[in-house]
């Protein structure tokens, strides 16, 4: 039987689509078969991360009106997993649901999990998520203003489909924005699905389109599978164990700072004694 996720968020930038891309990747390392769709319809960027923008030629609009067909728009990512576009030609005010229905009705069979990334906010995509899918994700991100509109999101969404928090994008301590404990406290513990600590790693593979790269090891990976198993297997874990994983992602990062800050010094250096080489010659 496949199931269908939404992955929604009250406001944009709050990680979503990374979040999507890296828990499909971890369901297809689990051995699940898994379908991305991309339901940002006019404001794809699923297909950046994974490193596809280039390859989308056809998108679920194209295969919905017949277009083209299922191998000419769904893309391989990796093993267990594929993609499909949303149209940016197009937006949900556009689009009739029934089209993307049959869509999911020819396709979903195919999958174990079928994950919507979703548009932000509460709008038509929304509203389509609502009917089509089995459960949804929310992602807050550490702010005030995320922890509002996730939870509006949430509170109109849990009319029709269970939903679960993620937290997204925490550190170890948050001298800015929201820390976890403060977080946590706003939280039922029954809708708590997980924090997944911010990750200079993650960033930067999503920046490169090469997001599937991910460690397994590390702090992102650890996290994104103990998401799995509380979503999905209805696991239990205590708050030290997210905290830990915080505390080793705040370890990471300094360490992948002190890399890049060493890497731009030692580039500079060789610049300026080519330079000096070259002013000798003279």
Not at 6 to 20: A, E, I, N, R
Not at 224 to 240: A, C, G, M, N
Request: charged share 25%; net charge negative.
């Amino acid at each position: 039987m496949t199931r269908i996720l939404s992955v929604v968020s009250g406001k944009g930038g709050v990680g979503k689509t990374l979040f999507t891309g890296a828990f499909g990747i971890t369901l297809a390392r689990q051995g699940y078969k898994v379908l991305l769709i991309d339901a940002d319809m006019g404001l794809r960027n699923l297909d950046l991360i994974l490193g596809l923008e280039s390859d989308c030629l056809y998108t679920i609009c194209d295969l919905a009106e017949g277009r083209c067909f299922s191998e000419d728009a769904i893309l391989p990512v990796m093993e267990n997993l594929d993609f499909l576009a949303a149209d940016q030609r197009e937006t949900w005010d556009d689009i009739l649901p029934a089209a993307i229905d049959t869509v999911l009705e020819d396709e979903a069979d195919r999958y174990d999990f079928v994950l919507l990334d979703c548009p932000a906010g509460i709008g038509k995509g929304i509203a389509y998520a609502m009917s089509a899918s089995e459960r949804a994700v929310a992602i807050m991100a550490p702010s005030w203003a995320s922890a509002r509109s996730t939870g509006r999101v949430m509170q109109m969404m849990r009319q029709s489909i269970p939903v679960t928090m993620v937290l997204n994008q925490f550190v170890h301590k948050d001298l800015v924005g929201v820390s976890f404990e403060e977080a946590i406290e706003t939280v039922d513990e029954d809708d708590f699905g997980g924090v997944i600590p911010y990750s200079e790693e993650a960033a930067r593979l999503s920046r490169r389109g090469e997001l599937p790269h991910f460690t397994e090891e590390g702090c992102f990976g650890q996290a994104l599978t103990l998401v799995y198993k509380r979503i999905l297997k209805e696991r239990e874990y205590p708050l030290s164990r997210w905290q830990s994983l915080l505390r080793l992602g705040a370890l990471e990062n300094e360490s992948f700072t002190t890399e890049k800050e060493n890497t731009a010094k030692s580039r500079w250096e060789k610049v300026r004694m080519n330079y000096k080489w070259r002013r000798g010659r003279w």
